[in-house]
């Protein structure tokens, strides 16, 4: 008995398809893409599921790390302000203190001033009394003399005008 297989033969004139060449490719590729869903497709999509994650973590960590930069540069900001405010109030402040150390300094020196100008004219009228009282003592010996030298002469109005004028020059030259 012969079979015929012509029917098998598609197209025989042109080099045809026959077709258990045809199911066997497609049994071949069947069992090439069960193959490849089990063995590779699988731990292909979980590295593609893995690196998808990975990468959405990254995004997410550089999102946290960005707005963790930006409240670093806010608060780093204000801490600027905030220490440049106190500079200035340290400023202020030492101003103030040289101002009122200026004024304690003026005021000093005004009373240093004074008690020297007190104790200056205290000086002054100490020796005023002094030469005040050696003139008086001079005048007093004058006046003894001038009696003495009028008692043992009696002498006229221009005689005793002389004799004052001469004592006045010898008490002038004895200064």
Same mark, same amino acid.
């Given at each position: 008995m012969l079979i015929d297989a012509s029917w098998l033969i598609i197209g025989a004139e042109v080099g045809g398809f026959r077709a258990g060449d045809m199911f066997f490719a497609l049994a071949s590729f069947l069992i090439l893409l069960y193959l490849l869903k089990r063995f590779a497709?699988?731990?292909l999509m979980n590295k593609m599921e893995e690196r998808e994650n990975?990468? +959405?973590? !990254?995004? =997410?960590? +550089?999102?946290?790390?960005?707005?963790?930069? !930006?409240?670093? *540069?806010? !608060? +780093?900001?204000? $801490?600027? #302000?905030?220490?440049?405010q106190e500079a200035m109030t340290i400023i202020e402040e030492a101003k103030k203190a040289g101002q009122q150390q200026e004024k304690t300094i003026i005021e000093a020196a005004h009373e240093?001033? +004074?008690?020297? #100008?007190? *104790?200056?004219? !205290? =000086?002054i009228a100490r020796e005023k009394e002094k030469a005040i009282e050696a003139l008086q003592a001079q005048v007093a010996t004058l006046s003894v003399q001038i009696a003495t030298k009028v008692i043992e002469k009696e002498i006229n109005a221009q005689d005793q005008e002389?004799?004052?004028?001469?004592?006045?020059? $010898?008490?002038?030259?004895e200064r």
């Open positions: 497709w699988g731990p990975h990468i +959405a973590n !990254e995004i =997410d960590t +550089a999102e946290k790390n960005r707005i963790d930069a !930006e409240k670093a *540069s806010t !608060e +780093a900001n204000e $801490q600027l #302000k905030a220490t440049r240093a001033a +004074a008690r020297m #100008k007190k *104790s200056a004219e !205290e =000086d002389q004799l004052i004028n001469d004592y006045i020059k $010898q008490v002038g030259e």
